[in-house]
């Protein structure tokens, strides 16, 4: 079928993987994609090899005023494209709210305004995450589930509040709710370090002596090769209209002290850590975390605070147990998620190797 889609968000790793998808599925399909630094896209256009012919780079910015379109783009946008695949996002746990609100709730109504002008429009693909769910515990369903439990971060809630703009847009949307991607597949590969893998360094130095969590509890991960092909086969299914997808692992997560086994496991191979004697972390609950986090803040070294203080962005949602209801994704896919034993520890060998993606910054 020929269809012109719109894509943010193409140069990351979920939407880039589901742009590539969605175009070796469909010989006919051409894309737009917004671009901040077209140098850069260039430089990336390589990777695209034959597909790079149904792409059309149009210079943008999400968080600007009509994204900063001029108005021969737009005008061709809204004349050709007929769904929408909204991906561009500030991920970073730790901003405030302001700027993470500018990134991904200010940057989705822009968004949705030119999805407004598109004439032919059929589908508004918005990919959020599981952890709109915030503070929440028990099972998270696939639907809004509110706000009343309030949020970890700024990401959790900015990313909520766009994913509100999405459902009130009139437009037929469809919401993908993925976990944490904690690297690229089977193979471990980490192509983008985020909150988990910053929080595992500290861990791994012996910089933080406490987590708050229970060894019981459930915690998501899942691999961006599943995510984004999730998302290219759903994005413009019609079953998937109006509704909202957790691409997370669900009843299949590992529990948080299986992963910390495993990564303990891992670092006591190398003997220049075992040398080191770095005890376990403990797992608390978050009053004493709180207690211990205080404590540094209060006697320890600059750095070490620092250190600590961008852990409070992330690790209290390891003490908030949740499991992300998958009904609806286990029921459109024909696939499952990967077991996490299959990745967790060829990721913990990649970030190792790579000393936690300094090699890949070193690259890029």
């Known amino acids: 079928m020929r269809e012109t889609i719109l894509v943010t968000g193409a140069t990351g790793l979920i939407g880039a993987g589901v742009l590539q998808r969605m175009l070796e599925a469909n010989p006919e399909?051409?894309?737009?994609?917004?671009?901040?630094?077209?140098?850069?896209?260039?430089?990336?256009?390589?990777?695209w090899g034959a597909l790079s012919t149904r792409l059309t780079a149009v210079r943008g910015d999400v968080r600007s005023p009509g994204m900063g379109l001029d108005s021969n783009a737009?005008?061709?946008?809204?004349?050709?494209?007929?769904?929408?695949?909204?991906?561009?996002a500030n991920t970073s746990f730790s901003r405030p709210l302001e700027e993470s609100r500018l990134s991904n709730t200010v940057g989705t109504a822009n968004v949705l305004e030119l999805a407004s002008e598109c004439r032919e429009l059929r589908r508004f693909a918005y990919v959020s995450t599981a952890f709109v769910a915030g503070r929440a515990t028990g099972t998270i369903l696939e639907r809004d589930n509110g706000f009343?439990?309030?949020?970890?971060?700024?990401?959790?809630?900015?990313?909520?509040?766009?994913?509100?703009?999405?459902?009130?847009?009139?437009?037929?949307?469809?919401?993908?709710?993925?976990?944490?991607?904690?690297?690229?597949g089977a193979d471990g590969?980490?192509?983008?370090?985020?909150?988990?893998?910053?929080?595992?360094?500290?861990?791994?130095?012996?910089?933080?002596?406490?987590?708050?969590?229970?060894?019981?509890?459930?915690?998501?991960?899942?691999?961006?090769?599943?995510?984004?092909?999730?998302?290219a086969m759903l994005a413009l299914d019609e079953?998937?209209?109006?509704?909202?997808?957790?691409?997370?692992?669900?009843?299949?997560?590992?529990?948080?002290?299986?992963?910390?086994?495993?990564?303990?496991d891992?670092?006591?191979?190398?003997?220049?850590?075992?040398?080191?004697?770095?005890a376990r972390a403990?797992?608390?609950?978050?009053?004493?975390?709180?207690?211990?986090?205080?404590?540094?803040?209060?006697?320890g070294d600059p750095r070490l605070r620092a250190l600590i203080s961008s852990l409070a962005h992330f690790v209290p949602q390891l003490a908030l147990p949740k499991r992300f209801d998958t009904t609806t994704a286990d029921e459109f896919l024909s696939f499952v998620p990967p077991c996490t034993?299959?990745?967790?520890?060829?990721?913990?060998?990649?970030?190792?190797?790579?000393?936690?993606g300094v090699a890949q910054e070193a690259a890029a």
């Open 341 to 356: 034993s299959e990745y967790w520890g060829p990721m913990l060998e990649n970030l190792i190797a790579t000393g936690w």
């Open 266 to 278: 891992i670092w006591e191979r190398d003997a220049e850590w075992k040398k080191r004697r770095l």
């Open 29 to 47: 399909l051409k894309a737009y994609v917004i671009v901040r630094d077209e140098l850069r896209w260039k430089r990336d256009l390589r990777r």
């Open 282 to 299: 403990i797992l608390t609950d978050l009053d004493t975390y709180g207690m211990f986090q205080r404590a540094v803040m209060d006697t």
């Open 148 to 184: 009343e439990a309030g949020w970890v971060n700024a990401y959790e809630q900015s990313k909520y509040e766009a994913e509100c703009l999405v459902r009130w847009s009139g437009t037929s949307w469809a919401v993908f709710r993925p976990s944490t991607v904690v690297c690229r």
């Open 74 to 88: 737009r005008s061709r946008i809204a004349d050709e494209v007929s769904a929408i695949v909204h991906a561009a």
């Open 239 to 264: 079953r998937a209209g109006g509704r909202t997808m957790h691409l997370c692992s669900g009843k299949r997560a590992p529990t948080v002290g299986e992963l910390l086994d495993t990564a303990y």
């Open 189 to 231: 590969v980490v192509t983008q370090i985020n909150g988990v893998h910053r929080a595992l360094r500290i861990y791994h130095r012996g910089l933080a002596a406490m987590m708050p969590g229970a060894r019981e509890n459930l915690f998501d991960v899942i691999t961006g090769d599943y995510v984004s092909d999730a998302i």
